[in-house]
Antibody
Framework: EVHLLESGGGLVQPGGSLRLSCVASGFTFNTYAMTWIRQAPGKGLEWVSAISGSGSNTYYADSVKGRFTVSRDNSQNTLFLQMDSLRAEDTAIYYC????????????????WGQGALVTVSS | AIQMTQSPSSLSASVGDRVTITCRASLGIRNDLGWYQQKPGKAPKLLIYAASSLQSGVPSRFSGSASGTDFTLTINGLQPEDFATYYCLQDYTYPWTFGQGTKVEIK
């Protein structure tokens, strides 16, 4: 059974840093790209970042580019999101999700999600 | 960035109704579009990918279709457990973008 578990959320002051982790189980982690999505309180979903299975390719939303860094440790089945220079508008629940790619069409989807980790940026 | 304009933002419907939700992409995105359902306090759940492919385990009352840059999620015979917020997502090109969401409420 596929399972994703985020951790590392909490309260941080503006300008501070936080690192989220997402531990994966139930599948061969290094064969799947992974992604982070966030949701501010009472708001919609916002895609944040993605990383290839090997970790060699990374992608970011404009709102976090230069401040957030996605990485992974395939030996530990763990995805990370390093968040620096945090702002009040980064306050959100952060979800990690697995990216499934259909082999014959290359169409993608986020087929499994974690339960989310709350990040609050406030003084 | 490609903008996804989702409508309506909310709707009221009764059990058994047919419900349609639309997303319009600002540029062509092939069929690189998924639909996700989110219930309060829960993580989103994949319903449809590649515009019209039903995810395994999702009831057949959910369907997706595409016409150019317009994408539609249809629920045929709304069930009590379908009252939730629905989002489209384009993953054709980075940055990937979600629609604003449609909240389906009980009439």
């Amino acid at each position: 059974e596929v399972h994703l578990l985020e951790s590392g959320g909490g309260l941080v002051q503006p300008g501070g840093s936080l690192r989220l982790s997402c531990v994966a189980s139930g599948f061969t982690f290094n064969t799947y790209a992974m992604t982070w999505i966030r949701q501010a309180p009472g708001k919609g979903l916002e895609w944040v970042s993605a990383i290839s299975g090997s970790g060699s390719n990374t992608y970011y939303a404009d709102s976090v580019k230069g401040r957030f860094t996605v990485s992974r440790d395939n030996s530990q089945n763990t995805l990370f999101l390093q968040m620096d220079s945090l702002r009040a508008e980064d306050t959100a629940i952060y979800y990690c999700a697995r990216i499934f790619v259909e082999s014959d069409t290359d169409y993608r989807c986020f087929d499994f999600w974690g339960q989310g980790a709350l990040v609050t940026v406030s003084s | 960035a490609i903008q996804m304009t989702q409508s309506p933002s909310s709707l009221s419907a009764s059990v058994g109704d047919r419900v349609t939700i639309t997303c319009r992409a600002s540029l062509g995105i092939r069929n690189d579009l998924g639909w996700y359902q989110q219930k309060p306090g829960k993580a989103p759940k994949l319903l449809i990918y590649a515009a019209s492919s039903l995810q395994s385990g999702v009831p057949s009352r959910f369907s997706g279709s595409a016409s150019g840059t317009d994408f539609t999620l249809t629920i045929n015979g709304l069930q009590p457990e379908d009252f939730a917020t629905y989002y489209c997502l384009q993953d054709y090109t980075y940055p990937w973008t979600f629609g604003q969401g449609t909240k389906v409420e009980i009439k």
